[in-house]
T-cell receptor, first 112, second 117 residues
Framework: GENVEQHPSTLSVQEGDSAVIKCTYS??????FPWYKQELGKRPQLIID?????GEKKDQRIAVTLNKTAKHFSLHITETQPEDSAVYFCARRASNTGKLIFGQGTTLQVKP | DAEITQSPRHKITETGRQVTLACHQT?????MFWYRQDLGHGLRLIHY???????NKGEVSDGYSVSRSNTEDLPLTLESAASSQTSVYFCASSDFSGASSSTDTQYFGPGTRLTVL
């Protein structure tokens, strides 16, 4: 179907620990997978994205991995900090369309 | 700087009234989208447009309409507001133009919090 399944729905970690959020999809035509961070009361903002021709992408403490065969992709945050606390959304875009289908979000809490 | 704006930022209305939420972008993007955000449901697509005079229904389009008369604006109209339409509404835009496009990013507006009493 069209949906993107995102897990876990909530995640609590200690400052300095790593956090991993996983999303699965079923549409094999999907070719673009962005991750958005939404702080309380703010708009979603893109933090990292990956295309289907790449297996992994890193940007400082954030990385995204994609397994096309298994149809899942994950967000990895290392050395978490309190300012990483937010809701994170994964999304997928099917080939040749401009629309994104979002997961239901993960609320990440980083405890100092 | 280019941006995407929404107005009003907060709106309280009564059941049965017609409400229009404005979205304006200065990115010159062809694609514009309306989402609603509710607890437990993430971001759900209401309507979207790939260009002037083009509009398409998303997954939760019932009770909503849009029109695209120029590149910059995609107003969202609630024909007869219902309490179930109480939500936060986000507009977004992107410059995606096809499978080979190198520009995919959707940029979101600041949101409109709508309460229907």
């Amino acid at each position: 179907g069209e949906n993107v399944e995102q897990h876990p729905s909530t995640l609590s970690v200690q400052e300095g620990d790593s956090a991993v959020i996983k999303c699965t999809y079923s549409d094999s035509a999907s070719n673009y997978f962005p991750w958005y961070k939404q702080e309380l009361g703010k708009r979603p903002q893109l933090i990292i994205d990956i295309r289907s021709n790449v297996g992994e992408k890193k940007d400082q403490r954030i990385a995204v991995t994609l397994n096309k065969t298994a149809k899942h992709f994950s967000l990895h945050i290392t050395e978490t900090q309190p300012e990483d606390s937010a809701v994170y959304f994964c999304a997928r875009r099917a080939s040749n369309t401009g629309k994104l289908i979002f997961g239901q979000g993960t609320t990440l809490q980083v405890k100092p | 700087d280019a941006e995407i704006t929404q107005s009003p930022r907060h709106k309280i209305t009564e059941t049965g009234r017609q409400v229009t939420l404005a979205c304006h972008q200065t990115w010159n993007h062809n694609n514009m989208f309306w989402y609603r955000q509710d607890l437990g449901h993430g971001l759900r697509l209401i309507h979207y447009s790939y260009g002037v005079q083009d509009t398409n229904k998303g997954e939760v389009s019932d009770g909503y309409s849009v029109s695209r008369s120029n590149t910059e604006d995609l107003p969202l109209t609630l024909e007869s507001a219902a309490s179930s339409q109480t939500s936060v509404y986000f507009c977004a835009s992107s410059d995606f133009s096809g499978a080979s496009s190198s520009t995919d990013t959707q940029y979101f507006g600041p949101g409109t919090r709508l309460t229907v009493l």
